[in-house]
């Protein structure tokens, strides 16, 4: 069936090519290719800018769908259409589009948008949202009403005009407080001088007398003190009660809202179906074995995009997923995004299964890229091993500059990516081997062997001078003192045990290899035990926090070595990785 009769039999959000690309012959040739340029529907351009990719979960391959200089022109002409109307105005949104071709080779366009557009879930010409939802659409208008009270119900308990009360009273009491005891302050002073004149001055009965009127004074004001106290309990502690109440309810609020989105994210889930090029039809909770999916899992451009081409018959050439409307902290309209790692990536591999395309299936190599300096050395069904490159973080740090670190990088380019865990870190700028799980009970299993140290590392540093000694062991307790964060220093009083077992590989004139066996795990350790006087006393070359200033590309200490007990199969896991420097 051709496109042309495709959009005369009603199917929603397919274009012909011609609606996009009129002016096709006037586009610049670098970002436009014609019909010869085509090869059983994949395009001959330069390398694509992205890879929407996955593992398919039945054979294991490797799946790949390009976003081409050709599909991000379509893309463009899209964002002209959208710059030209207000219905697309203001409201910022991910949008997609995806270059098809049908049975006779014919090609065209798919669009679709991410979530809501002002509210509304479809829009005509648009690629309509996974099938599901309005399965469920009677349960989530239910759940949202109750989720609707629940906040209002929320919002009048923490605005009671006893709170207003309590604090207000409570700040009254706190003044006079402290008024009374300045006060008392006063008078104990006074009575201290009057009691030492009178010990001075004064015959036995007089002084007694006198010290007994002293005392009578000091005990009117502890009780006029405790009086006061007293006022303050009986006016809070109905107040205090009515809060105490509130405050559980406001709790139990809490717990149910908490259930009531957790159900109904489950509902959806279990709702959602998704077909992918084999025909197969899977709910999101198949998909996602886990189940650990975030809000709008299945709302994004792409699986709407990939699952409309899937159930129509139409096979996917390209797609290019962009940012427009109102900008973000980290959205630019009109700039073109990646797969989300939370929502998108984990669904790739399934999606993508059964494509013809005939650069789609690739059978990764046992050393298989995943970035230009990101390298895998060791995978299988439980765990994987990359060689961590300087520079790049380990985990994402809290901060959106701080994002791009290996796991998140595997997180986008695995099926499973939702499921990882890295076992150990390894500092910003130390390369080498990395231990990601993919299942949480070979988390639990590595865990434990890192605690119970039966994990071997072997590192090999290049030291910033001559170092005399050709071996040893180094003990020093290491201690992060909280005002001087990162760093870690040797305190024989607050230090934790650390060892590390050493070896002289090479020497030049000004400078040492040395291989470091680390026998515990304390952060930043080898750089301190390497740095500190009490340990070799010479810092790692390019160590700028413990090398006083050290120059250099990079931090010259590298994971060599791993080994350890496979938690599967028991059998003993050795890696090894060169050394870069």
């Not at 009403?145 to 700040?171: D, F, G, S, V």
Request: glycine letters at 8%; hydrophobic letters at 35%; a neutral charge.
């Amino acid at each position: 069936m051709q496109l042309s009769s495709i959009l005369e039999t009603g199917i929603k959000g397919v274009h012909p090519l011609s609606a996009f690309l009129r002016d096709n012959d006037k586009t610049d040739a670098k970002n436009c290719v014609k019909d010869s340029n085509f090869i059983d529907g994949v395009e001959l351009e330069p390398v694509p800018a992205y890879w929407y990719e996955g593992r398919c979960p039945r054979t294991g391959n490797w799946l790949k769908l390009p976003r081409t200089a050709f599909v991000e022109t379509i893309a463009h002409r899209l964002m002209q259409r959208l710059a030209q109307d207000e219905a697309f105005a203001g409201e910022g949104k991910m949008y997609g589009v995806l270059l098809v071709a049908d049975a006779s080779g014919d090609r065209g366009v798919l669009q679709a948008f991410s979530g809501l557009l002002k509210g509304q879930a479809e829009r005509e010409g648009w690629v309509p949202p996974i099938p599901g939802r309005t399965r469920v659409a009677q349960a989530e208008s239910q759940t949202l009403a109750a989720l609707e009270a629940i906040k209002t119900e929320l919002l009048a308990l923490q605005q009671l005009p006893e709170r207003q009360q309590y604090e207000t009273l409570t700040q009254d009491f706190a003044l006079q407080l402290q008024t009374l005891a300045d006060r008392h302050a006063q008078r104990k002073q006074s009575r201290q001088q009057r009691r030492q004149t009178a010990q001075a001055t004064l015959t036995r009965a007089a002084l007694a007398q006198a010290l007994e009127a002293l005392d009578d004074e000091s005990r009117r004001d502890g009780m006029e003190r405790r009086d006061l106290k007293r006022q303050r309990d009986a006016e809070l502690q109905p107040l205090r009660s009515i809060l105490e109440r509130a405050d559980a309810r406001i709790q139990e609020l809490k717990t149910l809202r908490k259930a009531l989105s957790r159900q109904l994210q489950t509902q959806l889930h279990a709702a959602y179906a998704l077909t992918n090029f084999m025909g197969q039809t899977r709910s999101l909770q198949e998909v996602v074995a886990n189940g650990s999916m975030p809000t709008g899992t299945g709302d994004c451009c792409a699986p709407k995009l990939l699952h409309y081409a899937a159930t129509h018959g139409l096979k996917p050439i390209a797609m290019a997923e962009f940012w427009w409307g109102t900008a973000t902290a980290d959205k630019i309209p009109g700039a073109f995004y990646e797969a989300c790692a939370e929502r998108c990536q984990p669904l790739m591999g399934f999606l993508l299964s059964g494509l013809s395309l005939s650069d789609a299936i690739v059978s990764p190599p046992s050393d298989r890229a995943i970035s230009s300096d990101l390298v895998i050395l060791y995978e299988d069904e439980w765990l994987i091993a990359v060689n961590k490159p300087s520079g790049l973080l380990s985990v994402p740090g809290r901060y959106v500059d701080r994002q791009d670190s290996v796991l998140r990088r595997l997180q986008c380019a695995l099926w499973d990516g939702a499921n990882l865990r890295v076992v150990h870190r390894l500092d910003l700028g130390t390369s080498g081997i990395l231990l990601i799980t993919r299942d949480a009970a070979t988390h639990g299993h590595l865990s434990r062997q890192f605690q119970q140290r039966r994990v071997q590392k072997v590192y090999e540093a290049l030291l910033a001078g001559s170092l005399s000694v050709d071996q040893g062991t180094i003990d020093l307790p290491l201690w992060r003192d909280p005002s001087q964060r990162p760093l870690q220093t040797v305190n024989g009083q607050y230090g934790k045990p650390s060892q590390t077992n050493f070896r002289v590989i090479a020497r030049t004139s000004n400078q040492t290899r040395v291989e470091f066996i680390p026998l515990t795990g304390r952060t930043h350790q080898l750089r301190v035990h390497a740095a500190a006087p009490q340990g070799l006393g010479i810092p790692i070359l390019g160590d700028r926090l413990y090398g006083g200033g050290q120059e250099g590309d990079r931090l010259c200490l590298h994971a060599r070595e791993l080994r350890c007990v496979h938690p599967q199969t028991g059998e003993l896991l050795e890696l090894h990785c060169e050394t870069p420097f």
